[in-house]
């Protein structure tokens, strides 16, 4: 083979001929948003190519998060194909409030088999036009007994997920577990179970706990770093409303008051900023309309 000659769709172009294929080429085929103002804004939407990590401890948020996000993506007309190796599918579109939203998932899950996914996929896809994917979660798709070393092997799952995202313009949300307990206060990215190939290789890493002392449904969401914003450590106070997670506007990082966010004003007793009152009538507006 003559490589001064070569031809073919691999071969090395310049930037400006890069360009011009790419002209008529849309920017982005899914632009979503949360419906979460302060996640929308460090975000700037969430779109095709992307992986982003949901993580955090057990019983922290994580599943609800997705769906709260499900429901957002589902009144834009995006529908989710979802994979929910937790629980059973009975148990999962009962935690969804009525009317159910309009998602799809495969009617028989099979576990650590990531070439099946892959096929589900595109099934979907081709079926029903479906580029949002959320996976609950990563350790479904690996078989970690049979893994002689599990990090590194994670790591070429994650980029193997991350690959598919950009060739097949997916959005892909992955739900991971983490090493620590919800009562460690120091949960980042470096807190994900088994590899941290996870969060090398992800677009973005969002850390999600409940925080009970501030509130019996509320929670504490920290958007670890976005690579296409530039966002680090932002942090979202949020709680569950009308069965789905919604934001606290909050001054501080330190912790919102439910008790004070209701009324919008600064508690005689309290030194700290007060929470104003919840912005749901912006976006709860997006899961009503």
Not at 34 to 48: H, L, N, Q, W
Not at 52 to 64: A, C, E, N, Q
């Given at each position: ?69 499900t429901i ?25 409030r009525d ?185 709860a507006a997006?899961?009503?309309?």
């Open positions: 083979m003559n490589l001064g000659e070569y031809s073919d769709e691999d071969q090395v172009i310049s930037s400006y001929e890069m360009q011009l294929k790419l002209k008529d080429k849309p920017e982005s085929l899914v632009v979503v948003k949360s419906f979460i103002p302060s996640v929308d804004k460090y975000t700037e939407g969430f779109r095709d190519g992307e992986l982003t990590v949901i993580s955090g401890p057990t019983k922290g948020g994580k599943t609800l998060l997705a769906q709260s996000l957002a993506f589902a009144k834009q007309q995006y529908t989710p194909l979802w994979f929910s190796f937790e629980v059973p599918a009975k148990q999962f579109l009962s935690q969804f009317p159910l939203p309009l998602i799809y998932m495969p009617q028989r899950l099979k576990a650590h088999a990531l070439n099946w996914f892959k096929e589900r996929c595109e099934e979907s896809f081709l079926k029903y036009h479906t580029r949002i994917i959320f996976i609950d979660h990563l350790h479904y798709l690996i078989d970690l007994a049979r893994l002689r070393n599990p990090s590194l092997e994670i790591g070429q799952i994650i980029r193997q997920l991350k690959t598919l995202a950009v060739e097949k313009g997916y959005l892909i949300f992955l739900l991971c577990h983490t090493t620590k307990g919800g009562s460690d206060p120091n949960l980042s990215y470096e807190s994900i179970r088994d590899s941290s190939f996870i969060s090398q290789e992800s677009d973005s890493v969002m850390m999600i706990k409940r925080t009970p002392e501030d509130g019996e449904t509320a929670a504490r969401l920290r958007i670890e770093f976005h690579r296409r914003t530039g966002v680090l450590e932002k942090v979202v106070w949020l709680f569950k409303h009308n069965g789905y997670l919604v934001e606290i506007e909050n001054d501080t990082d330190s912790g919102p008051d439910l008790a004070r966010s209701a009324e919008g004003r600064r508690s005689p007793e309290s030194s700290s900023p007060s929470s104003r009152t919840l912005s749901g009538k912006d976006y997006g899961y009503d309309r």
